[in-house]
């Protein structure tokens, strides 16, 4: 079955630190991944996406992603964390074009980001 | 601004009184979907539709009802609402083609006592 997950529920990082939140999927076919971030009271915005070519893919806010199809992960790293990055964060796996009609997404349960001053 | 507004943003509601979600998108994307959002089960896909007059359902749809009669217009009825429904609600929308890109609304915030 597919499924996404995300084994950091919570994780606190200090303003300045280095950050990694992991996400492993689990799909029959190559997916299209993406990680979104919902900031308190806010909807979903997309921060990046992997479709094809290079696994190293950059978003904004001076996040980025590597996708590594033998782990079959696909983990969100940031260089130096900003405490206004305090939020939700989400990874989501997409069926590809060719997979049928529905465009839905399958969701981790997400990590919850704080930043330390 | 390419967006998707929901409509309301906020609503408290009692038990089996009908109401409507509305979701409207400028970006003339053809897919769009609703979600709901609950703590420890993430995100469950409602209903979707692929265009107009086309819709379809999702992993969660009991007790909701969708139409598309306009390509920019999903909205979401709950023709008798219960407390299990108390959620938060997102629309989602996209080009078929670009393959589940999907833009979300800010979200609505049911609470059915």
């Known amino acids: 079955a597919q499924s996404v997950t995300q084994p950091d529920i919570h994780i606190t990082v200090s303003e300045g630190a280095s950050l990694e939140l992991r996400c492993n999927y689990s799909y029959g076919a190559t997916p299209y991944l993406f990680w979104y971030v919902q900031s308190p009271g806010q909807g979903l915005q997309l921060l990046l996406k992997?479709?094809?070519?290079d696994t190293l893919v950059q978003g904004i806010k001076g996040f980025e992603a590597e996708f590594k199809r033998s782990q079959s992960s696909f983990n969100l790293r940031k260089p130096s964390v900003h405490w206004s990055d305090a939020a939700e964060y989400f990874c989501?796996?997409?069926?590809?074009?060719?997979?049928?009609?529905?465009?839905?997404?399958?969701w981790g349960l997400g990590t919850s980001l704080a930043v330390n001053p | 601004e390419a967006q998707v507004t929901q409509n309301p943003r906020y609503l408290i509601t009692v038990t089996g009184k009908k109401l409507t979600v509305t979701c409207s998108q400028n970006?003339?994307?053809?897919?769009m979907s609703w979600y709901r959002q609950d703590p420890g089960l993430g995100l469950r896909q409602i209903y979707y539709?692929?265009?107009?007059?086309?819709?379809d359902k999702g992993d969660v749809p009991e007790g909701y009802k969708v139409s598309r009669k306009e390509k920019r217009n999903f909205p979401l009825i709950l023709e008798s609402p219960s407390p299990n429904q108390t959620s938060l609600y997102f629309c989602?929308?996209?080009?078929?083609?670009?393959?589940?890109?999907?833009?979300f609304g800010p979200g609505t915030r049911l609470t059915v006592l």
């Open positions: 989501a796996v997409g069926a590809t074009l060719n997979a049928g009609n529905n465009r839905k997404l399958i």
């Open positions: 539709s692929m265009n107009v007059e086309v819709t």
């Open positions: 992997y479709f094809s070519g």
């Open positions: 989602a929308s996209s080009f078929i083609n670009r393959a589940n890109e999907q833009f």
């Open positions: 970006m003339n994307h053809e897919y």
